[in-house]
């Protein structure tokens, strides 16, 4: 038993879906506004591999977090609104996917507040977590989050458990991510911007999530999962997923948690 999880977990598994839709290849190239063949593709996450993805949830009675830009999420309303219905956490990922390593703080500000009233229109309530589009904060994002009222970020690297991030007299948790457990980087093939990653076996990937997994198990850390509906929206890669939680549900002591639920914990513990 690690200690740091509630009872007897030994290890959790926290599945993020980012919605990007079209919002990453409008935000990274606005020319790429008028390529419909590569919008089509970006389209399939919130047409197909969403309703698929939550189907599967539903099989294992998993509940998980889906971050989305603002602009997906107004153009999508019955499907942040079924989201919600079935019990998973909706958080915030940008308007338009806008990576923020350079923007000036009144336009990062103007981004978030966006955001934050589209998801608020939609879910009900302000989002509570944040996923920075590419994982590229700025130096201003966390004191912006904590300003206003999130309770987590999941963008950063630097561990493999939540840790708090102190600013002023808030708090704010981080549910750290990493590359290697975000399957952009295994089966994006996007030649009309520029985006050629080596087009992976699914059955590859799944032999790297298990093994992440493992490690996760030994360790008694949080695996935290990014992955892309339009991407592993895909048959074949969706039953790479399906595969590893059937593999971590055959240890004892996994448990699946939705972000807002491990920031909640992780506050309160
Ligand atoms: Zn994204």
């Not at 509630?6 to 506004?33: E, H, K």
């Amino acid at each position: 038993m690690s200690g740091i999880w509630p009872g007897t977990t030994q290890c959790v598994i926290t599945l993020g879906f980012d919605i990007d839709g079209v919002s990453s290849w409008i935000g990274r190239d606005p020319s790429l506004a008028e390529r419909p063949g590569l919008l089509s593709m970006a389209e399939y996450g919130p047409k197909r591999g969403v309703p698929r993805i939550l189907k599967l949830l539903d099989k294992y009675d998993i509940k998980a977090t889906f971050y989305i830009p603002g602009y997906v999420a107004e153009t999508h309303e019955d499907m942040v609104t079924e989201i919600i219905r079935l019990g998973h956490e909706v958080g915030h990922h940008g308007y338009m996917h806008e990576p923020l390593g350079t923007v000036p703080i009144d336009q990062e500000t103007e981004i978030l507040e966006k955001g934050i009233s589209i998801l608020k229109r939609l879910t009900g309530q302000n989002p509570k977590g944040y996923r920075a589009p590419q994982f590229d904060s700025s130096n201003n994002t966390l004191a912006l989050l904590a300003q206003h009222d999130f309770v987590y970020d999941t963008s950063m690297h630097d561990n493999d458990v939540p840790y708090i991030h102190q600013i002023g007299a808030k708090k704010l948790v981080e549910i750290p991510v990493k590359w290697i457990l975000d399957d952009f980087g295994y089966f994006a093939y996007v030649p009309q911007a520029g985006v050629t990653s080596a087009m992976q076996d699914p059955q590859s990937v799944f032999e790297t999530y298990a093994a992440e997994f493992d490690g996760a198990y030994k360790y008694g850390t949080l695996m935290t999962m990014t992955i892309h509906p339009q991407i592993s929206g895909r048959p074949s890669r969706l039953l790479s997923l399906e595969r590893l939680i059937q593999y971590a549900k055959t240890h004892p002591n996994v448990k699946f948690m939705r972000g807002i639920d491990i920031a909640e914990y992780w506050l309160n513990r």
